[in-house]
């Protein structure tokens, strides 16, 4: 490895004593299983050049429909390739679909791999693959929508290791606006810590509130229910709030210092405990809480919904919107990596009433975002510096079907075989494309990437050297590359 040793760094006794500091704070308790991470202390190792300074990863939870967004197949029999028409971009020769009108208009931000490929058709074992950058199981793994400690780890936790802090009040990886959860019960894994312990899970800011998990869509503006022939049993959700960071009123800045002075005092009452790996991760989120609550920055970063009416308007007053400004503002207050999950129960799961939905409810809320999130990190002289993936847990099959019993009107079933994927930033050559899938939008025609690549890719942007390791609380190392980057598609690959 050169000489480097890239390892996570040890913790202050400061941080033992304030163990017990998040209750006397009043947080609630859905926001304390949040507080998986705290900033990273810097030296963890050297950077070996990378284009990008921070990772903005959407994922598209559900499946986007490649054949319906960013690689179109006008050709193909009417079976496959659906009711949308390509329209050209601002880039010769590219085409995307033609609800994606302000995203043509920027071509020259962004690039497309259209031949990522892996072996499932399944939800969960999907979001495990594309999360982690992994497309083999790990041992133990079930698929019974339960995150393990034998997980492999996700992408968002290896670079808030690996990386060090650029901001020591906020976590170096974050996830928004949710977890991903199922409509039918669990947590989806793949973005926890797994193998390197819950203490590098990312920190996750729960601003949503579904309730009925039928209820899909960029809320309250774009809202649909899953299931056409069915009756709602709840109204619309319609509240995206940002956990309260804001200190409880009986308690002034001034006696919060002060109680955490008196929690110092019983400092050497904790040596013991901070040796255990497992105390120290507990002790990490506690600093994480404290971080969070003393820092106006970060209040400002992720209190979207009271921004300027302008900023509103351009990002779309909406869960996609709202979530995608607060990635731009994280990205601005130094956090490495921002997990954006754009739609939760699988919401771009297009079974059935595929067209409608995505003309109106999912694609135009996300071409706006998108669109602005390009445009302000390029106005304030940060897209060069921040690297941008988009993609889901698979594609659609090539052709249509009709689930009769469920949906009015016909869609598309899961995928794995191929997707596209978007890249923007950070040293992604713009107006390009990768790869190539056949006539029908089935299988990869040329360059298949996995999801190690896209990983690789993510990694080697923002510097990670590829002999790089993280090691285990026994202080064994493991692999952080398990592929190399796309090639062709940035500066660096």
């Not at 285990?472 to 398990?482: A, N």
Request: net charge neutral; aromatic share 8%; charged share 20%.
């Amino acid at each position: 490895m050169n000489g480097q040793r890239w390892n996570h760094p040890g913790f202050s006794r400061r941080t033992a004593v304030q163990a017990g500091a998040v209750g006397m704070l009043g947080m609630g308790l859905n926001h304390l299983e949040g507080l998986r991470a705290a900033p990273r202390v810097a030296g963890g190792g050297v950077t070996t050049g990378g284009t990008a300074r921070s990772c903005i990863y959407i994922f598209l939870s559900g499946g986007l429909a490649q054949q319906d967004s960013f690689d179109l197949k006008p050709d193909a029999p009417d079976d496959v390739r659906g009711e949308f028409k390509p329209i050209a971009t601002q880039t010769p020769g590219i085409e995307i679909c033609e609800h994606l009108p302000m995203l043509a208009q920027r071509s020259q931000h962004w690039a497309l791999v259209r031949s990522l490929t892996h072996p499932t058709n399944g939800h969960t074992l999907g979001h495990y693959f594309m999360l982690t950058g992994r497309s083999v199981r790990s041992a133990g793994f079930q698929g019974d929508r339960k995150p393990r400690p034998s997980d492999w780890p996700s992408i968002a936790s290896v670079v808030g290791d690996a990386l060090p802090a650029r901001n020591h009040n906020l976590p170096p990886a974050v996830v928004l606006p949710e977890r991903l959860i199922h409509w039918g019960g669990g947590v989806i894994p793949g973005a926890y810590g797994g193998q390197m312990g819950r203490h590098r899970d990312p920190f996750f800011v729960e601003a949503t509130a579904y309730g009925d998990p039928f209820w899909r869509g960029a809320y309250p503006e774009y809202t649909f229910y899953q299931l056409p022939k069915q009756k709602p049993k709840s109204v619309t959700p319609t509240v995206f709030q940002a956990p309260n960071l804001k200190l409880p009123a009986s308690m002034a800045a001034g006696r919060f210092e002060g109680r955490l002075q008196l929690l110092q005092t019983i400092d050497g009452q904790r040596r013991a405990l901070e040796d255990s790996a497992q105390v120290s991760g507990y002790d990490r989120q506690r600093q994480s809480a404290i971080s969070l609550l003393s820092s106006g920055a970060v209040r400002r970063a992720i209190d979207v919904t009271k921004v300027d009416d302008q900023t509103q308007d351009r990002y779309g007053r909406n869960s996609f919107g709202w979530s995608l400004l607060m990635a731009s503002r994280l990205v601005e207050s130094g956090v490495n990596l921002i997990q954006v999950n754009l739609g939760n129960n699988e919401g771009w799961d297009t079974h059935g009433e595929a067209f409608w939905r995505l003309r109106e409810k999912l694609l135009p809320p996300t071409d706006r975002a998108l669109s602005a999130l390009l445009d302000d990190l390029d106005s304030k002289g940060l897209l060069d510096e921040t690297l941008i993936v988009m993609g889901g847990e698979f594609g659609r099959t090539p052709k249509l079907s009709l689930l009769a019993d469920s949906y009015h009107q016909p869609g598309r079933d899961h995928w794995g075989a191929v997707q596209t994927l978007f890249f923007a930033g950070g040293g992604v050559q713009g107006g390009n494309v990768i790869g190539a899938s056949d006539k029908i939008a089935a299988y990869p025609a040329d360059s298949p990437q996995k999801p190690e690549n896209m990983a690789a890719t993510i990694y080697e942007c923002l510097g990670i050297p590829p002999t790089a390791a993280w090691y285990d609380e026994v202080d064994r190392p493991h692999h952080i590359y398990h592929g190399r980057s796309i090639p062709g598609l940035t500066r660096v690959g």
